[in-house]
């Protein structure tokens, strides 16, 4: 099976930055979609990012356009999210996904278009 690793998150005042990082091991594919969602309490698992295997397509949700920033380095088996001018309402569990195909019918942004999680990281802004 895939693993999906997540670390980086912490405390920050709003305004701050971090860098998520999502280490995977296992079965490697060269096909593999990877993306970041975020869930806070009481809401429901939500997207925020995605790229492709390249590099070269990736996606935001509007809500962290300009401020988020995803990447990966495929000979590190690493993906990551730069996160800049921080706001509390970034406040959840980041979690990264992996796909081990292009995405189909749901598209790239859905939960139900990834096979593989990892455990999450918790982010906290504070005002």
């Known amino acids: 099976q895939v693993q999906l690793v997540e670390s980086g998150g912490g405390l920050v005042q709003a305004g701050g930055s971090l860098r998520l990082s999502c280490a995977a091991s296992?079965?490697?594919?060269?096909?593999?979609?990877m993306g970041w969602f975020r869930q806070a309490p009481g809401k429901e698992r939500e997207f925020v990012a995605t790229i492709s295997w390249s590099g070269l397509t990736t996606d935001y949700d509007d809500s962290v356009k300009g401020r988020f920033t995803i990447s990966r380095d495929n000979a590190k088996n690493t993906v990551y999210l730069q996160m800049n001018s921080l706001k509390p309402e970034d406040t959840a569990a980041y979690y990264c996904?992996?796909?081990?195909?292009?995405?189909?019918?749901?598209?790239?942004?859905?939960?139900?278009?990834?096979?593989?999680w990892g455990q999450g990281t918790q982010v906290t802004v504070s005002s």
């Open positions: 296992g079965r490697t594919f060269s096909t593999y979609r």
């Open positions: 996904a992996g796909r081990q195909r292009t995405c189909s019918g749901y598209g790239c942004y859905d939960t139900r278009e990834y096979d593989y």
